[in-house]
T-cell receptor, first 109, second 115 residues
């Protein structure tokens, strides 16, 4: 059974900092891994999708890396902004997603 | 290209009642999955449908059931509602097959409150 752990559980930083969010998973037999953002009470917005054959994906200020063999993924957020405040969820996948508890990020002006 | 649409957005039900939640998949997607998210927790997998057949189920009792229609829209039905069923219910669609998917798109969710 896949288990996902995200560290830290919560993070509060001043605007402008570069951030690292960590995700680890127990079953490396995955096809891909997605990072999502969730605003309070809302649905999930896909940020990045990394195929199992890829090492990283980039979108704007976001960069996600994947080390499938060690069961780890990292989301880097450059030059954080108050609008980045949300919960970030990683989800490794075969045919369904498995989620951890997420990282709650607060970026202070 | 339309995204995933869920209805209703909010719902209040009484314990013991039945509820049906609806989901329209993103255009071109053939797989739909349902997740339950309790407050402060990550989403938990309920089940998945691929081309109208169940293709995996999480640790939820049989009173949670579903359907996928030929147009790939879907319903989640919950019978004999319990207070612990209060949660955000999320629908997600993807293009894939029985063994793999190519990235999920989520709807905005239905907030169910059981009183």
């Amino acid at each position: 059974k896949q288990e996902v752990t995200q560290i830290p559980a919560a993070l509060s930083v001043p605007e402008g900092e570069n951030l690292v969010l960590n995700c680890s998973f127990t079953d490396s037999a995955i096809y891909n891994l997605q990072w999502f953002r969730q605003d309070p009470g809302k649905g999930l917005t896909s940020l990045l999708l990394i195929q199992s054959s890829q090492r990283e994906q980039t979108s704007g200020r976001l960069n996600a890396s994947l080390d499938k063999s060690s069961g780890r993924s990292t989301l880097y957020i450059a030059a954080s902004q108050p609008g980045d405040s949300a919960t970030y969820l990683c989800a490794p996948s075969r045919n369904m997603l498995t989620f951890g508890g997420g990282t709650r990020l607060m970026v202070k002006p | 290209e339309t995204g995933v649409t869920q209805s209703p957005t909010h719902l209040i039900k009484t314990r013991g009642q039945q509820v049906t939640l609806r989901c329209s998949s993103q255009s071109g997607h053939n797989t739909v999955s349902w997740y339950q998210q309790a407050l402060g927790q990550g989403p938990q997998f309920i089940f998945q449908y691929y081309r109208e057949e169940e293709n995996g189920r999480g640790n939820f009792p049989p009173r949670f059931s579903g359907l996928q229609f030929p147009n790939y829209s879907s319903e989640l039905n919950v019978n004999a509602l319990e207070l612990d069923d209060s949660a955000l219910y999320l629908c997600a669609s993807s293009l894939g097959d029985r063994r793999a998917n190519y990235g999920y798109t989520f709807g905005s969710g239905t907030r169910l409150t059981v009183v």
